[in-house]
Protein backbone atom coordinates (compact mmCIF):
# COMPACT_ATOMS: atom_id res chain seq x y z
CA UNK A 1 0.00 0.00 0.00
CA UNK A 2 1.29 2.90 -1.04
CA UNK A 3 1.63 5.58 2.35
CA UNK A 4 0.74 9.42 1.67
CA UNK A 5 2.20 12.23 3.24
CA UNK A 6 1.29 15.82 2.98
CA UNK A 7 4.66 17.93 3.18
CA UNK A 8 4.45 21.97 3.49
CA UNK A 9 7.77 23.41 1.17
CA UNK A 10 9.10 26.76 2.62
CA UNK A 11 11.57 27.61 0.18
CA UNK A 12 12.13 31.09 1.44
CA UNK A 13 14.75 33.16 0.03
CA UNK A 14 18.51 33.79 -1.11
CA UNK A 15 19.49 29.79 -2.26
CA UNK A 16 16.36 28.64 -0.66
CA UNK A 17 14.77 27.68 -3.77
CA UNK A 18 17.44 26.07 -5.56
CA UNK A 19 18.13 23.72 -2.70
CA UNK A 20 14.79 22.69 -2.21
CA UNK A 21 13.96 22.65 -5.70
CA UNK A 22 17.56 19.22 -5.65
CA UNK A 23 15.34 18.28 -2.64
CA UNK A 24 11.77 18.10 -3.90
CA UNK A 25 13.38 16.08 -7.11
CA UNK A 26 15.17 13.63 -4.94
CA UNK A 27 11.84 13.05 -2.87
CA UNK A 28 10.40 12.12 -5.94
CA UNK A 29 12.43 9.60 -7.23
CA UNK A 30 12.53 8.16 -3.77
CA UNK A 31 9.19 8.26 -3.37
CA UNK A 32 8.50 6.24 -6.57
CA UNK A 33 11.24 3.63 -5.98
CA UNK A 34 9.51 2.66 -2.25
CA UNK A 35 6.10 3.20 -3.24
CA UNK A 36 5.46 6.70 -1.12
CA UNK A 37 3.31 9.52 -1.99
CA UNK A 38 4.32 13.05 -1.07
CA UNK A 39 1.69 16.12 -1.53
CA UNK A 40 3.47 19.03 -1.53
CA UNK A 41 2.18 22.39 -0.82
CA UNK A 42 4.54 25.32 -1.44
CA UNK A 43 3.82 28.47 1.18
CA UNK A 44 5.34 31.20 1.23
CA UNK A 45 7.94 32.73 3.79
CA UNK A 46 10.64 35.33 5.41
CA UNK A 47 11.69 37.69 2.41
CA UNK A 48 9.78 36.44 -0.32
CA UNK A 49 6.59 36.27 1.90
CA UNK A 50 7.31 40.13 2.57
CA UNK A 51 7.59 41.06 -0.93
CA UNK A 52 4.48 39.42 -1.97
CA UNK A 53 1.73 40.33 1.30
CA UNK A 54 3.95 42.78 3.31
CA UNK A 55 4.28 40.26 6.44
CA UNK A 56 6.97 37.21 7.08
CA UNK A 57 4.83 34.77 8.27
CA UNK A 58 1.33 35.12 6.53
CA UNK A 59 -1.29 33.51 8.31
CA UNK A 60 -2.14 31.03 5.39
CA UNK A 61 1.74 29.86 5.62
CA UNK A 62 0.87 28.39 9.56
CA UNK A 63 -2.51 27.17 8.61
CA UNK A 64 -1.09 24.95 6.21
CA UNK A 65 2.21 23.76 7.90
CA UNK A 66 -0.13 22.76 11.21
CA UNK A 67 -2.02 20.69 8.51
CA UNK A 68 0.71 18.75 7.13
CA UNK A 69 2.49 15.91 8.51
CA UNK A 70 5.80 17.61 8.23
CA UNK A 71 7.49 21.15 6.93
CA UNK A 72 10.49 21.31 4.67
CA UNK A 73 11.74 24.45 5.24
CA UNK A 74 15.35 26.01 3.39
CA UNK A 75 16.58 29.85 4.73
CA UNK A 76 14.76 32.68 5.40
CA UNK A 77 16.92 36.41 5.11
CA UNK A 78 19.08 38.61 2.56
CA UNK A 79 20.10 42.27 2.86
CA UNK A 80 16.78 43.30 1.06
CA UNK A 81 14.39 42.89 4.28
CA UNK A 82 17.39 43.90 6.69
CA UNK A 83 16.29 47.20 7.34
CA UNK A 84 13.05 46.93 7.93
CA UNK A 85 11.24 47.20 11.24
CA UNK A 86 11.73 44.19 13.30
CA UNK A 87 8.28 43.12 12.98
CA UNK A 88 8.51 43.05 9.11
CA UNK A 89 12.17 41.43 9.05
CA UNK A 90 12.66 37.28 7.67
CA UNK A 91 14.08 36.46 10.78
CA UNK A 92 10.66 37.40 13.02
CA UNK A 93 9.11 35.52 10.39
CA UNK A 94 10.82 32.01 11.33
CA UNK A 95 10.71 32.97 15.01
CA UNK A 96 6.56 33.04 14.29
CA UNK A 97 6.64 29.23 12.85
CA UNK A 98 8.48 28.36 15.91
CA UNK A 99 6.20 29.89 18.24
CA UNK A 100 3.68 28.50 16.04
CA UNK A 101 4.24 25.14 15.82
CA UNK A 102 5.46 24.99 19.59
CA UNK A 103 8.50 23.87 18.08
CA UNK A 104 10.73 23.89 21.38
CA UNK A 105 13.38 21.10 21.15
CA UNK A 106 15.90 21.92 18.33
CA UNK A 107 18.15 18.60 17.34
CA UNK A 108 21.34 20.22 15.54
CA UNK A 109 23.80 17.14 14.85
CA UNK A 110 27.27 17.80 13.95
CA UNK A 111 28.81 14.27 12.31
CA UNK A 112 31.76 14.78 10.47
CA UNK A 113 31.53 12.73 7.26
CA UNK A 114 35.33 10.94 6.81
CA UNK A 115 35.14 12.35 3.45
CA UNK A 116 34.73 15.28 4.71
CA UNK A 117 37.94 15.95 7.26
CA UNK A 118 40.40 17.66 5.11
CA UNK A 119 37.34 20.40 4.53
CA UNK A 120 37.82 20.91 8.70
CA UNK A 121 39.54 24.16 9.47
CA UNK A 122 40.90 21.98 12.64
CA UNK A 123 43.04 19.36 12.67
CA UNK A 124 42.26 15.45 11.38
CA UNK A 125 42.97 14.12 14.82
CA UNK A 126 40.60 16.62 16.62
CA UNK A 127 38.18 16.45 14.16
CA UNK A 128 38.00 12.47 13.27
CA UNK A 129 35.48 11.22 14.70
CA UNK A 130 33.51 14.31 16.14
CA UNK A 131 29.80 13.09 16.56
CA UNK A 132 27.96 15.51 18.77
CA UNK A 133 23.79 16.04 18.99
CA UNK A 134 22.95 19.52 20.14
CA UNK A 135 19.75 19.96 21.61
CA UNK A 136 18.73 23.83 21.99
CA UNK A 137 15.85 25.51 23.72
CA UNK A 138 13.99 27.17 20.57
CA UNK A 139 10.74 28.62 22.13
CA UNK A 140 12.18 30.42 25.46
CA UNK A 141 14.85 32.31 26.70
CA UNK A 142 16.16 35.66 25.33
CA UNK A 143 14.53 35.09 21.98
CA UNK A 144 10.84 35.42 23.41
CA UNK A 145 11.25 36.99 26.84
CA UNK A 146 9.57 39.93 28.15
CA UNK A 147 10.33 42.58 28.64
CA UNK A 148 11.32 43.30 24.89
CA UNK A 149 12.05 46.30 23.15
CA UNK A 150 14.15 49.75 22.82
CA UNK A 151 12.48 52.30 25.15
CA UNK A 152 13.31 55.81 26.09
CA UNK A 153 14.84 56.45 29.57
CA UNK A 154 13.99 59.57 31.68
CA UNK A 155 17.36 61.17 30.77
CA UNK A 156 16.21 60.80 26.80
CA UNK A 157 18.79 58.18 26.07
CA UNK A 158 17.27 55.17 24.53
CA UNK A 159 17.71 51.67 26.55
CA UNK A 160 17.09 48.55 24.30
CA UNK A 161 15.65 45.84 26.49
CA UNK A 162 15.70 41.74 25.88
CA UNK A 163 14.96 39.65 28.77
CA UNK A 164 16.35 35.78 29.54
CA UNK A 165 14.06 33.88 31.09
CA UNK A 166 12.89 30.37 31.94
CA UNK A 167 10.22 29.15 33.75
CA UNK A 168 11.19 25.45 35.14
CA UNK A 169 8.50 23.72 33.33
CA UNK A 170 10.00 25.12 29.91
CA UNK A 171 13.57 23.70 31.23
CA UNK A 172 11.98 20.35 32.54
CA UNK A 173 10.53 19.68 29.12
CA UNK A 174 13.78 20.39 27.17
CA UNK A 175 15.72 18.53 29.73
CA UNK A 176 13.92 15.77 28.92
CA UNK A 177 14.10 15.78 25.30
CA UNK A 178 17.52 15.94 25.77
CA UNK A 179 17.94 13.21 28.53
CA UNK A 180 16.06 10.34 26.17
CA UNK A 181 18.20 11.69 23.47
CA UNK A 182 21.41 11.28 25.19
CA UNK A 183 19.84 7.63 26.17
CA UNK A 184 19.75 7.04 22.35
CA UNK A 185 23.47 7.69 21.69
CA UNK A 186 26.53 7.40 24.27
CA UNK A 187 24.86 8.36 27.27
CA UNK A 188 26.71 11.53 27.99
CA UNK A 189 24.58 14.90 28.60
CA UNK A 190 26.46 18.07 28.59
CA UNK A 191 24.12 21.38 29.82
CA UNK A 192 25.71 24.58 28.91
CA UNK A 193 24.90 27.67 31.01
CA UNK A 194 26.06 30.70 32.17
CA UNK A 195 24.93 29.65 36.22
CA UNK A 196 28.29 31.74 37.86
CA UNK A 197 26.76 34.66 36.56
CA UNK A 198 23.47 34.47 35.41
CA UNK A 199 20.14 33.36 37.77
CA UNK A 200 18.03 32.30 34.80
CA UNK A 201 21.04 29.82 34.36
CA UNK A 202 20.98 28.85 38.35
CA UNK A 203 17.69 27.84 38.03
CA UNK A 204 18.33 25.97 34.49
CA UNK A 205 21.37 24.15 36.44
CA UNK A 206 19.21 23.25 39.11
CA UNK A 207 16.52 21.39 36.75
CA UNK A 208 18.55 19.59 34.85
CA UNK A 209 20.19 18.23 37.91
CA UNK A 210 17.37 17.44 39.83
CA UNK A 211 16.18 15.67 35.82
CA UNK A 212 19.11 13.51 36.02
CA UNK A 213 18.27 11.11 38.73
CA UNK A 214 15.31 9.48 36.15
CA UNK A 215 18.15 8.79 33.80
CA UNK A 216 20.87 7.04 35.80
CA UNK A 217 22.28 5.78 33.06
CA UNK A 218 22.83 8.89 31.50
CA UNK A 219 25.99 10.63 32.53
CA UNK A 220 25.31 14.65 33.35
CA UNK A 221 27.65 16.96 33.25
CA UNK A 222 27.58 20.89 33.41
CA UNK A 223 29.77 23.50 31.36
CA UNK A 224 29.93 27.32 31.60
CA UNK A 225 29.29 28.53 28.15
CA UNK A 226 32.73 30.15 27.45
CA UNK A 227 34.37 26.84 28.65
CA UNK A 228 31.82 24.99 26.45
CA UNK A 229 32.86 27.22 23.17
CA UNK A 230 36.23 26.74 24.07
CA UNK A 231 36.14 23.09 24.63
CA UNK A 232 34.27 22.91 21.31
CA UNK A 233 37.75 23.75 19.52
CA UNK A 234 39.73 22.62 21.49
CA UNK A 235 38.69 18.89 22.00
CA UNK A 236 35.40 18.20 20.29
CA UNK A 237 35.19 14.39 21.17
CA UNK A 238 34.93 15.12 24.41
CA UNK A 239 31.07 15.82 23.45
CA UNK A 240 28.04 13.57 23.13
CA UNK A 241 24.72 15.32 23.71
CA UNK A 242 24.39 18.89 24.42
CA UNK A 243 21.68 20.45 25.61
CA UNK A 244 21.38 24.32 26.53
CA UNK A 245 18.88 27.73 25.89
CA UNK A 246 18.09 29.35 23.14
CA UNK A 247 20.73 31.83 22.59
CA UNK A 248 23.49 29.91 24.04
CA UNK A 249 22.41 27.27 21.58
CA UNK A 250 22.27 28.92 18.42
CA UNK A 251 26.07 30.11 18.99
CA UNK A 252 27.45 26.62 20.09
CA UNK A 253 25.31 25.08 16.91
CA UNK A 254 27.53 27.28 14.66
CA UNK A 255 30.78 26.42 16.12
CA UNK A 256 29.99 22.56 16.06
CA UNK A 257 28.72 22.97 12.63
CA UNK A 258 31.62 24.38 11.24
CA UNK A 259 33.58 21.38 12.85
CA UNK A 260 32.46 19.33 10.12
CA UNK A 261 34.06 21.79 7.32
CA UNK A 262 31.04 22.94 6.10
CA UNK A 263 28.07 24.65 8.00
CA UNK A 264 26.81 23.38 4.28
CA UNK A 265 26.41 20.13 5.51
CA UNK A 266 24.19 19.90 8.28
CA UNK A 267 20.32 18.99 8.47
CA UNK A 268 18.34 20.20 11.47
CA UNK A 269 15.25 19.07 12.84
CA UNK A 270 12.47 20.88 15.33
CA UNK A 271 9.89 19.31 17.28
CA UNK A 272 7.08 20.24 19.33
CA UNK A 273 5.57 18.16 22.28
CA UNK A 274 2.41 17.15 19.13
CA UNK A 275 1.73 18.26 15.85
CA UNK A 276 4.48 18.63 12.66
CA UNK A 277 7.61 19.23 12.95
CA UNK A 278 9.98 21.75 10.71
CA UNK A 279 12.97 19.79 8.88
CA UNK A 280 15.72 22.53 7.78
CA UNK A 281 19.88 23.25 7.28
CA UNK A 282 21.46 25.13 9.99
CA UNK A 283 22.68 27.13 7.31
CA UNK A 284 21.30 30.32 6.40
CA UNK A 285 20.01 31.71 2.80
CA UNK A 286 23.58 32.76 1.57
CA UNK A 287 22.65 35.89 -0.55
CA UNK A 288 26.14 36.21 -1.44
CA UNK A 289 25.97 33.46 -3.70
CA UNK A 290 22.15 33.35 -4.50
CA UNK A 291 21.12 32.13 -8.41
CA UNK A 292 24.14 31.18 -9.18
CA UNK A 293 23.70 28.23 -8.97
CA UNK A 294 26.14 27.18 -6.91
CA UNK A 295 24.82 26.26 -3.28
CA UNK A 296 25.24 23.05 -1.56
CA UNK A 297 22.03 21.04 -1.31
CA UNK A 298 23.27 18.43 1.00
CA UNK A 299 22.26 19.85 4.13
CA UNK A 300 18.82 20.27 2.56
CA UNK A 301 18.38 17.10 1.67
CA UNK A 302 19.76 15.40 4.84
CA UNK A 303 17.37 17.66 6.64
CA UNK A 304 14.31 16.03 4.26
CA UNK A 305 16.19 12.53 5.15
CA UNK A 306 15.69 13.40 9.09
CA UNK A 307 12.05 13.89 8.36
CA UNK A 308 11.77 10.85 7.03
CA UNK A 309 13.22 9.13 9.93
CA UNK A 310 11.63 11.16 12.74
CA UNK A 311 8.17 12.44 11.25
CA UNK A 312 7.29 9.75 8.72
CA UNK A 313 8.75 7.11 10.05
CA UNK A 314 10.37 5.90 7.20
CA UNK A 315 13.75 4.70 8.21
CA UNK A 316 14.36 2.64 5.28
CA UNK A 317 13.60 5.94 3.00
CA UNK A 318 15.89 7.97 5.15
CA UNK A 319 18.53 5.88 5.06
CA UNK A 320 18.48 5.40 1.23
CA UNK A 321 18.67 9.02 1.17
CA UNK A 322 21.75 9.26 3.64
CA UNK A 323 23.86 6.48 1.61
CA UNK A 324 22.80 8.24 -1.68
CA UNK A 325 24.78 11.82 -0.22
CA UNK A 326 27.84 9.44 1.39
CA UNK A 327 27.71 8.03 -2.71
CA UNK A 328 28.19 11.18 -4.27
CA UNK A 329 30.89 12.25 -2.01
CA UNK A 330 32.28 9.06 -2.16
CA UNK A 331 32.57 9.81 -5.99
CA UNK A 332 34.14 13.00 -5.56
CA UNK A 333 31.43 15.47 -6.08
CA UNK A 334 32.16 18.84 -4.27
CA UNK A 335 30.23 21.75 -4.16
CA UNK A 336 32.60 25.25 -3.88
CA UNK A 337 32.10 25.48 0.55
CA UNK A 338 33.38 22.00 0.50
CA UNK A 339 35.59 21.75 -2.33
CA UNK A 340 39.38 19.85 -2.14
CA UNK A 341 42.15 18.91 -4.17
CA UNK A 342 41.24 16.02 -7.16
CA UNK A 343 38.29 16.43 -6.64
CA UNK A 344 35.08 17.51 -8.87
CA UNK A 345 33.80 21.02 -8.74
CA UNK A 346 29.84 20.70 -9.38
CA UNK A 347 26.97 23.43 -8.71
CA UNK A 348 23.65 22.85 -7.11
CA UNK A 349 21.76 21.18 -10.11
CA UNK A 350 24.77 18.99 -10.84
CA UNK A 351 24.77 17.54 -7.02
CA UNK A 352 20.99 16.93 -7.37
CA UNK A 353 21.15 14.91 -10.63
CA UNK A 354 24.66 12.77 -9.16
CA UNK A 355 22.36 12.23 -6.19
CA UNK A 356 19.69 11.21 -8.38
CA UNK A 357 21.94 8.94 -10.21
CA UNK A 358 23.44 7.56 -6.98
CA UNK A 359 19.70 6.71 -6.42
CA UNK A 360 19.26 4.67 -9.26
CA UNK A 361 22.51 2.91 -8.48
C1 LIG B 1 19.25 29.75 13.43
C2 LIG B 1 19.27 31.15 12.91
C3 LIG B 1 18.05 31.88 13.46
C4 LIG B 1 18.18 31.93 14.96
C5 LIG B 1 17.82 33.29 12.89
C6 LIG B 1 17.79 33.31 11.38
C7 LIG B 1 16.55 33.90 13.45
O1 LIG B 1 20.46 31.78 13.23
O2 LIG B 1 18.28 29.02 13.15
O3 LIG B 1 20.20 29.37 14.10
O4 LIG B 1 18.84 32.83 15.52
O5 LIG B 1 17.63 31.06 15.62
MG1 LIG C 1 21.89 30.51 14.13
Given at each position: MTSSYRITLLPGDGIGPEIMAVTVDVLKALGRQLDLSFEFQEALIGGAAIDE??????QETLTRCQESDAVLLAAIGG??????PRQQRPETGLLGLRAGLGLFANLRPATILPQL???????REVVEGVDIMVVREL?????????KGVFATETGQKRGVNTMAYTDSEIDRIGKVAFETAQKRRGQLCSVDKANVLEVSQLWRDRITTLAANYPDVTLSHLYVDNAAMQLIRW?????TIVTGNLFGDILSDAAAMLTGSIGMLPSASLGADGPGVYEP???????????????PLAQVLSAAMMLR?????PMAADRLEKAVTKVLDQGYRTGDIMADNMTRVGCKAMGDALLSALEG
Open positions: TGEPLPYKWDTLIDASSLKTGGIYFGTPPKQFDVHGSAPDIAGQDQANYALDQ
